[in-house]
């Protein structure tokens, strides 16, 4: 079983699309991520939510919204879609406190 | 600035030949320091995880060093698998919240046959 799994895996969209990337965790855990990983491999954190309330809110777009419907899920809403965003986005989930971190598979997202 | 470099960028070894991989920090308050592989399409994995205290953890053929004095640390992969072929991050976490974690660019690990 799958513990922490991302959809699509792949999306490609145009410009000025709006897009939505879901991911779910089945460890239980009670605080989820999402980081962009740009072209130079480079991990960044965007978002994180505990508990289903955002607790870590980098320097990103207003376009991007996260969406928290209850603990095991934590979905990235994306409007108006830049070339810009083309990056491989990835989830992950951990204990309040834990240091162990799981990632999801990650999702690759081209803007054309 | 909260850094972390990690050397060399990309590494070839042939299969059963040992390595070590480095990873140099400038990150305050420390908090810790973990090791992932992550294959090529797939999340990072966690290898170790060490605490300030700690000078040495192992998890099957790999070993992790941390000296917190100098802000190193290290890798080693003994007896190299195909398997092994990654990338090896190394994350920096500092203060006191979850999620603040500095990733190092990575090592492009291929282990020839």
């Known amino acids: 079983d799958t513990a922490v799994s991302q959809t699509p895996k792949y999306l490609v969209t145009q410009m000025g699309n709006d897009k939505s990337i879901k991911c779910e965790q089945n460890l239980g855990h009670d605080t989820m991520y999402w980081y962009k990983q740009d072209s130079k491999k480079f991990l960044k954190i965007m978002f994180s939510?505990?508990?289903?309330?955002?607790?870590i809110n980098e320097t990103v777009p207003n376009r991007f919204s996260p969406k928290s419907p209850d603990k095991a899920h934590l979905n990235l809403h994306i409007n108006s879609l830049e070339l810009g965003d083309s990056a491989v986005y990835f989830c992950?989930?951990?204990?309040?406190?834990?240091?162990?971190?799981?990632f999801g598979s990650g999702t690759r997202l081209t803007v054309v | 600035k909260n850094q972390v470099e990690q050397s060399p960028q990309s590494l070839i070894i042939l299969e059963g030949k040992n390595c070590t991989l480095q990873?140099?920090?400038?990150?305050?308050?420390?908090?810790?320091l973990r090791w992932y592989k992550q294959d090529t399409g797939r999340g990072p994995v966690s290898l170790t995880i060490m605490t300030f205290s700690e000078n040495t953890k192992s998890n099957g053929r790999y070993t992790a060093t941390l000296d917190a004095d100098t802000k190193q640390s290290s890798l080693h992969i003994t007896a190299s698998q195909l398997s092994d072929s990654a990338s090896y991050i190394c994350v920096v976490s500092w203060g006191g919240s979850q999620g603040n974690l500095i990733f190092g660019k990575g090592t492009k690990l291929s282990v020839k046959p």
């Open positions: 990873c140099n920090y400038t990150v305050s308050p420390f908090s810790n």
């Open positions: 939510y505990n508990n289903k309330e955002l607790i």
């Open positions: 992950a989930s951990s204990f309040t406190g834990d240091w162990g971190y799981t």
